[in-house]
């Protein structure tokens, strides 16, 4: 095992995992969001080694030149890469807040993969912690310590916070699946300072320089921690990933209704499936965030084994400099319908598309 990460395992058995699973079973309070629609406060505060002097590319954590990162979400790490002939170089976790999640920490170690916490609510998980709850400091607990177990990890970390808010699926969504309002706990402007509290918290540094910052966006201060304290700066990216068009599909739960300000985004992201091979709207969200690296967080062949599809889609990449990360959902059991390995043809086609110099295997650290 790596030997930052025999560090983090000794603190298994001390108080900050005991802290955090007391955090997973306690209950968490609503409040009400006030934070401002606009966006401000200091961008950049993460870097490759917690530094805030870092340089704009290590602090985006993206592959050098021209180079993609390949990646994978979900099981079968060594057939997919069997499959693909391409080792992933980020491997993608689902987690749900105030879940203890060393396991997607160790399978990145064991895998020699950069890490992407794909980070949720769900109320199947027993946290029904809304996004005004989050915006007012319920949600503080977990966040204090996620940034000390990323801290001791010593390595990057992609956080893709609340992935695909505008699909009415996710609890964290402003709309029902009928397009009415889940009310102001839910709302767009909860959602954004919800977003604003949880990247300006884990860039780290001092308490009472944070206080100040989330006092700025009308957020109260960082809860259950001092403010002579300071959270530790780590290597983090912060990707925004919404759907190109919402579900519903209505103005409502547009991807830009939850836009949380460039300040507080560092790649903008989305998911594409073979089963809805929208290449239109795509286009028209790719142009939307110009000055982004974008990351296809999520895709993945559905219900049929079409490599046209992979063409199309790695057309696309090629054509589209700023796609800097691929990760592709295997899903979590062998009765997924994303398994590529139900899906011969494609997974020939994947081979043949990814096998250049271009898509890494593996990344700088």
Known sequence: MNKRWRRLGRLVAGGVASAALIFCTGAVADGAA?????????????????????????????????????????????AFQSETGKHPAVLGAFITWGQSCYWAFNDAVSEHARLMLHLETSTAHGSDLTPA??????????????????????????????????????PYSADNMDGSSRGPAYSHGAFKAAWRRVVTILRGGPVSTINAKLASLGLPAVQDTAPTDTIPTSSIAFI???????????????????????????????????????FAGLETFYKDYPHKPFAFAEWAMWNT??????????????????????LYN???????????????AAAAEIHKQVAGARYLAYAPQ
């Open 133 to 170: 709850a989050i915006a007012q400091g319920g949600g503080d607990s977990y966040l204090l310590w996620l940034a000390d177990t990323i801290a001791q990890y010593e390595a990057p970390v992609y956080i893709r916070l609340l992935p695909e808010m505008n699909n009415a699926n996710n």
């Open 305 to 326: 084994d079409n490599p046209a599809f992979v063409q199309e889609f790695f057309n696309f990449i090629k054509t589209h400099k700023r796609v800097k990360m691929i």
């Open 34 to 78: 006030t934070g401002p629609s606009g966006s401000s406060g200091a961008s950049g505060v993460s870097g490759a080694s917690g530094s805030s002097s870092a340089t704009a590319s290590s602090s985006l954590l993206t592959p050098p030149g021209d180079t993609v990162f390949t990646g994978l979400t979900g099981i079968d790490a060594s």
């Open 330 to 344: 295997n899903g979590y059991t062998a009765s997924s319908p994303l398994l590529l390995s139900k899906y011969p």
């Open 240 to 278: 925004w990933g919404p759907e190109t068009a919402g579900t519903p599909n209505t103005p409502s739960e547009s991807a830009a209704s939850y836009w949380p300000g460039s300040d507080y985004v560092d790649w903008v992201g989305t998911d594409f499936y073979s089963q809805f091979p929208n």
